[in-house]
């Protein structure tokens, strides 16, 4: 073997640079340590054969009359500068990659780009042994007409590392640029990429990035705000509106007390009156779940305050109707009654309020009536290992207390007013006979029931504990 390396040092080196370029493609992870060491020494052992057989990098090949080996050396030596230049881009990208992660990329490109391009030049002037002036002033010419049919092209690259530098948005931030709404997916020496909501594909070039309006959704990184505009009749009271939506913001459970939610009026005018509610949550993946929560809790309290969303058609309600009337309307269990049934339904049906903090109906309580939410926020609440939670929050037209009237039980939960509540209340000697004769009521009461009785078990059984494995093949692992 060491015989081979010095009589045929040329094929050697050859070699060599065949094994680096093989493992180029076959290690990905540049930033491994051992991969950067095995490359360096593959490096060193090319110029050490270079050097052993006379040929220095800085001047041209010695065999001049001797045609094949001369055009082999000069290849060889070319390759060494190159080779070199690549090992060089590979270190400091390594460096580049542990100090600023993937924002440093394009910086790194663009060093990588002038470090080739001063070993291109160095192999002109040392191994090809061309005037590099002549080069350069050629080049200067030429990089100025390439320069200007690339000027937007250029114009990304400088914009992409102004980018980079000032760092509005990075990897995994979900950002706005001009209206446009996504994921940052890349962010490369011409344009960033964005995955929107509908799951394509946005490229947007870094000069327009630049330039553009840009809003970071995922800083500060613990809330996210969500907004809900709503635009009712210049004619409601907006005491009435406020106060309404106020109880739909302490309704959605899942908006944070810190920033605390706000609601206001964005504009007004002679056709509507526009309120925006705002508030935070703690996860991206929560806005839009919450917003269309909000959004339907706010439908419902402006409805029970008697206030409409404004629209091109507006409704008709039917004249003189009741609160209790209206609420059996309302009511998706009771929607089926016939007209007639509601009417005798709403004389049989008592308000009674309740102030905030004012328990509804105790845990484990059997009630004897049934009551519908008309205005307010009722908080449910269950324990779990002896501690109380809150497990959701109730608005206008849910019903409390079916357990008691269809089957004389109760549930593990706490029904307690959150905000002043108003609730109409049916007594069990009423409405017993009722369900007994439309099996289309009850069986919609007894799903609710069963569906409550579910939730409050899953959300208070223990979760199970991951045991974990033990025996000999574990205890072999763990001494690997």
Same mark, same amino acid.
């Given at each position: 073997?060491?015989?081979?390396?010095?009589?045929? $040092?040329l094929?050697?080196?050859?070699?060599?640079?065949?094994?680096?370029?093989?493992? +180029?493609?076959?290690?990905?992870?540049?930033?491994?340590?051992?991969?950067?060491?095995l490359?360096?020494?593959?490096?060193?052992?090319?110029?050490?054969l270079?050097?052993?057989?006379?040929?220095?990098?800085?001047?041209?090949p010695? +065999?001049?009359?001797?045609?094949?080996?001369h055009?082999?050396?000069?290849?060889?030596?070319?390759?060494w500068?190159?080779?070199g230049?690549?090992?060089l881009?590979?270190l400091?990208?390594?460096?580049?990659?542990?100090?600023?992660?993937?924002?440093?990329?394009?910086?790194?490109?663009?060093?990588?780009?002038?470090?080739?391009?001063?070993?291109?030049?160095?192999?002109?002037?040392y191994?090809?042994?061309?005037?590099?002036?002549?080069v350069?002033?050629?080049?200067?010419a030429?990089?100025?007409i390439?320069?200007?049919?690339?000027?937007?092209?250029?114009?990304?690259?400088?914009s992409?590392?102004?980018?980079?530098?000032?760092?509005?948005?990075?990897?995994d931030?979900?950002?706005?640029?001009?209206?446009?709404?996504?994921?940052?997916?890349?962010?490369?020496?011409?344009?960033?990429?964005?995955?929107?909501?509908?799951?394509?594909?946005?490229?947007?070039?870094?000069?327009?990035?630049?330039?553009?309006?840009?809003?970071?959704?995922?800083?500060?990184?613990?809330?996210f705000?969500?907004?809900?505009?709503?635009?009712?009749?210049?004619?409601?009271? $907006?005491?009435?509106?406020?106060?309404?939506?106020?109880?739909?913001?302490?309704?959605?459970?899942?908006?944070?007390?810190?920033?605390?939610?706000?609601?206001g009026?964005k504009?007004?005018?002679?056709?509507?009156v526009?309120?925006?509610i705002?508030?935070?949550?703690?996860?991206?993946?929560?806005?839009?779940?919450?917003?269309?929560q909000?959004?339907?809790?706010?439908?419902?309290?402006?409805?029970?305050?008697?206030?409409?969303?404004?629209?091109?058609?507006?409704?008709?309600?039917?004249g003189?109707l009741?609160?209790?009337?209206?609420?059996?309307?309302s009511?998706?269990i009771f929607?089926?009654?016939r007209?007639?049934?509601?009417?005798?339904f709403?004389?049989?049906?008592?308000?009674?309020?309740f102030?905030?903090?004012?328990?509804?109906?105790e845990?484990?309580?059997?009630?004897?009536?049934?009551?519908?939410?008309?205005?307010g926020?009722?908080t449910?609440?269950?324990?779990?290992?002896?501690?109380?939670?809150?497990?959701?929050?109730?608005?206008?037209?849910?019903?409390?207390?079916?357990?008691?009237i269809?089957?004389?039980?109760?549930?593990?939960?706490?029904?307690?007013?959150?905000?002043?509540c108003?609730?109409?209340?049916?007594?069990k000697?009423?409405?017993?006979p009722?369900?007994d004769?439309?099996?289309?009521?009850?069986?919609?009461?007894?799903?609710?029931?069963?569906?409550r009785?579910l939730?409050a078990?899953?959300?208070?059984q223990?979760?199970p504990?991951?045991v974990?494995?033990?025996?000999f093949?574990?205890?072999?692992?763990?001494r690997?």
């Amino acid at each position: 073997m060491l015989s081979f390396l010095t009589e045929h $040092p040329l094929i050697c080196a050859m070699a060599l640079i065949l094994i680096d370029l093989g493992l +180029w493609r076959l290690i990905g992870d540049n930033r491994n340590p051992w991969k950067l060491l095995l490359r360096v020494t593959i490096f060193a052992l090319y110029s050490l054969l270079l050097f052993n057989e006379g040929l220095n990098p800085m001047e041209p090949p010695p +065999w001049a009359d001797n045609v094949p080996l001369h055009l082999a050396a000069t290849g060889l030596q070319i390759g060494w500068w190159l080779f070199g230049a690549r090992m060089l881009t590979v270190l400091i990208g390594a460096v580049m990659m542990q100090r600023v992660g993937h924002t440093g990329r394009l910086l790194q490109d663009l060093l990588g780009a002038v470090i080739f391009l001063i070993a291109i030049i160095a192999a002109l002037a040392y191994v090809l042994d061309l005037p590099v002036k002549g080069v350069l002033a050629t080049s200067g010419a030429l990089a100025i007409i390439v320069g200007l049919a690339l000027q937007s092209t250029l114009s990304d690259v400088f914009s992409g590392i102004v980018l980079n530098t000032t760092k509005p948005y990075q990897l995994d931030d979900y950002i706005s640029i001009d209206g446009m709404e996504g994921r940052v997916t890349d962010i490369d020496w011409r344009a960033t990429r964005l995955q929107t909501s509908q799951g394509c594909m946005a490229v947007i070039p870094n000069s327009l990035a630049a330039k553009a309006k840009i809003i970071n959704f995922s800083r500060p990184s613990d809330m996210f705000g969500i907004s809900v505009s709503l635009e009712v009749s210049p004619h409601a009271r $907006p005491n009435t509106v406020i106060e309404a939506l106020e109880r739909a913001m302490q309704g959605c459970r899942f908006l944070l007390e810190t920033p605390s939610p706000n609601v206001g009026m964005k504009c007004a005018s002679n056709t509507g009156v526009v309120y925006e509610i705002n508030g935070f949550v703690a996860s991206m993946d929560e806005k839009r779940s919450v917003r269309n929560q909000l959004f339907d809790l706010a439908y419902r309290h402006l409805q029970a305050s008697g206030v409409n969303l404004l629209s091109s058609v507006e409704p008709n309600p039917p004249g003189n109707l009741s609160r209790p009337r209206a609420l059996l309307d309302s009511s998706p269990i009771f929607s089926t009654l016939r007209q007639e049934e509601k009417d005798t339904f709403s004389q049989n049906m008592m308000l009674q309020s309740f102030r905030a903090g004012e328990t509804i109906l105790e845990a484990g309580e059997v009630s004897d009536h049934l009551f519908i939410i008309e205005s307010g926020v009722v908080t449910v609440t269950l324990t779990r290992h002896g501690a109380p939670f809150e497990s959701g929050r109730m608005g206008p037209g849910e019903v409390i207390g079916e357990a008691g009237i269809l089957a004389d039980s109760s549930v593990p939960a706490r029904f307690t007013a959150k905000t002043f509540c108003a609730l109409y209340r049916i007594e069990k000697a009423y409405l017993k006979p009722c369900l007994d004769a439309r099996h289309d009521i009850n069986d919609a009461m007894q799903t609710l029931l069963d569906y409550r009785l579910l939730k409050a078990k899953t959300l208070t059984q223990d979760l199970p504990v991951t045991v974990e494995k033990k025996g000999f093949l574990r205890w072999l692992r763990n001494r690997v």
